[in-house]
């Protein structure tokens, strides 16, 4: 049955690679289905993509580069089903040249079309790294999950990761010429001359010179749900460390970044990977289960704010 109002659109980044990013995806996206949710998955990873094979699809029959070489006209129709049943999946495309750095306006063709897609959840998948073409995705989206380790390269490369999408965000609200955009690359660049360290300090340097433009960036910020997993956890430490980073975040970047949950590291996760189907699919004793179940209330929560149907 067709959803009946626009699907909530939710990104996963984090920086890193291998942190766990397609997992997240693919079992938060199972549960929601469980619930009586429809859901879309959407690999974005035009380099390396892969969220295909967490949810049971060996070689999918079209993939994103379908559409956005023009092949396929519609963005539903290179849509394909999987293992989850109530849900279907856009899948990236890893063997196409040229495509892993799609122009602006590819991305907005594409931008433009998810939402109308039909699903009551669409999980967009982001890949690895921090690049523009990675963030602007991150940045284009109301919602946005990043998952980080609790290592500090992880937790480093996710900090990037958000100041990045934060940055291109910002700065796609105003002209290239305008007062704001040009403040935007002292703070991009903090050990340049006159360079700032927070997002807050630049925006209350321009205040008076650029209200208008202050007041829409501030509203932009306020506007958005972050949320942040911890993936990989073995101890209590390693949950701290997503509250740590969490406030730092909030400081730095004005970002309201809620911490939704963690998942613990969990040995079934290999065969989950190997049968090509989310572990809450196949295991009920399986530890992160439960980790993922509060990780998808609290999502549901945040962007719909209903509890599970
Ligand atoms: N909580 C966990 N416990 C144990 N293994 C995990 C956990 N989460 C993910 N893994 C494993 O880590 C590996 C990387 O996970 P995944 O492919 O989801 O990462 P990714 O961030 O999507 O990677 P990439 O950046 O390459 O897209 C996989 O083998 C996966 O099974
Ligand atoms: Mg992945």
Request: proline fraction near 4%; charge should be positive; glycine fraction near 10%.
């Amino acid at each position: 049955m067709p959803s009946s109002s626009s699907p909530v659109i939710v990104s996963i980044g984090g920086g890193k690679g291998g942190v766990g990013k397609s997992t997240l995806v693919a079992n938060i996206g199972a549960i929601l289905c469980s619930e009586g949710s429809r859901v879309g998955f959407i690999d974005a990873d035009l380099g390396g993509a892969n969220l295909h094979l967490c949810v049971g699809v060996r070689r999918p029959k079209f993939t994103l580069a379908d559409y956005l070489g023009g092949r396929v006209k519609e963005l539903s129709a290179v849509a394909v089903e999987t293992m989850v049943p109530n849900s279907w999946l856009i899948s990236g495309a890893s063997d196409i040249l040229g495509l892993a750095n799609p122009k602006y306006a590819q991305k907005r063709k594409l931008l433009n079309n998810i939402g109308r897609l039909d699903a009551d959840f669409i999980l967009v998948d982001l890949g690895a790294g921090a690049d523009t073409n990675v963030t602007d995705f991150f940045a284009a989206f109301p919602f946005g999950i990043v998952v980080s380790d609790s290592l500090p390269t992880s937790i480093e490369n996710a900090y990037g990761f958000l100041k990045n999408a934060t940055l291109r965000g910002l700065s796609r609200l105003f002209a290239p010429q305008s007062v704001f955009r040009h403040q935007l690359y002292r703070f991009a660049d903090p050990g340049s001359k006159g360079g700032v360290n927070s997002v807050e300090e630049l925006l209350s340097q321009v205040e008076r010179e650029a209200p208008e433009e202050t007041k829409r960036a501030r509203e932009w910020l306020a506007g958005r749900g972050t949320f942040l997993v911890i993936n990989m956890v073995r101890e209590r430490e390693d949950v701290e460390a997503g509250r740590k980073f969490a406030d730092i975040v909030k400081k730095y970047l004005s970002i309201n970044l809620f911490y939704i949950g963690y998942v613990i590291q969990d040995p079934k996760m290999r065969k989950s990977q190997k049968a090509m189907r989310p572990v809450v699919t196949m295991d009920d004793a399986a530890a992160a289960r439960e980790c993922f179940r509060a990780i998808t209330r609290n999502l549901r929560t945040l962007t719909k704010g209903e509890a599970p149907g």
